[in-house]
């Protein structure tokens, strides 16, 4: 004969007592959990420029000055993220959740050129893609960045930071890269930790971007000879305007 135990059935001031135990236990873990939510630092955004219309240049100077669109930029894949990087040494890059980019990085960097070019001749208008279809555009810029980063030691208190930009300037017509520049900037000083500065030195660097680009139109314009900054290339079409 075989003999089946059977749970011991449980009285109803057994289960009353088991409940209120499970009711005491549950406050206590969440309540750990959101105290660790309040302790973390507040997460911090940044742009770099603000100003997300067509920017035209000051009023009498210039009149004559070129209308310039700039095209969708071409952003190297670890740069295609919210977060603002720092590299150490060749290979290691370090990106902060509490300190990110508050805007889409390329279209951040466009805006922040199209400012910069706007601040002296011969620049009139800039417009960034995409733009109206009726827009008329003397040059077409296009911006090719493969790195846009802080510089830090793992042991340093302060940084600097690097800008690489490929830019063309191309003939709206048919698409031609009439000039090809490079701006290679190494430079800058941030304190590690204070990205608020490392966001304002990544910004001047592209104001050095649009000096260059500035100074090669100047040149197109006239029909000088570029200058060491930019070189003018074959007959490349580069495929759509916007």
Not at 26 to 45: D, I, Y
Not at 51 to 74: E, H, Y
Not at 103 to 122: Q, R
Not at 174 to 183: C, E, P, S
Request: proline share 7%.
């Amino acid at each position: 004969m075989r003999t089946i135990l059977r749970p011991p059935v449980m009285t109803h001031t057994a289960r009353r007592l088991v409940s209120t135990a499970l009711l005491s236990i549950v406050p206590l873990a969440l309540g750990s959990c959101f105290a660790l939510a309040r302790n973390a630092p507040p997460q911090r955004q940044y742009v770099l420029s603000g100003t997300r219309t067509p920017m035209a240049g000051p009023v009498g100077v210039d009149t004559l000055g070129l209308s310039i669109g700039i095209r969708r930029i071409d952003l190297a894949p670890y740069l295609k993220s919210p977060d603002i990087i720092i590299r150490r040494g060749t290979h290691e890059i370090i990106a902060s959740q509490y300190h990110r980019w508050g805007e889409d990085l390329g279209e951040g960097i466009n805006y922040s050129i199209a400012a910069h070019l706007t601040n002296a001749p011969p620049v009139k208008v800039v417009n960034v893609a995409p733009w109206a279809a009726r827009a008329h555009h003397d040059f077409l810029l296009q911006l090719h960045v493969s790195r846009f980063e802080g510089l830090a030691d793992s042991a340093a208190a302060t940084g600097a930071i690097h800008v690489f930009a490929i830019w063309d300037i191309i003939r709206p017509l048919d698409g031609v890269v009439l000039v090809r520049g490079i701006t290679d900037y190494h430079g800058g000083h941030f304190t590690v930790g204070d990205y608020e500065s490392l966001v304002g030195e990544l910004n001047a660097a592209l104001a050095r971007v649009a000096s260059d680009v500035r100074t090669c139109l100047a040149q197109l314009r006239t029909d000088a000879l570029p200058l060491r900054s930019c070189s003018a290339v074959g007959p490349t079409p580069t495929g759509p305007a916007g």
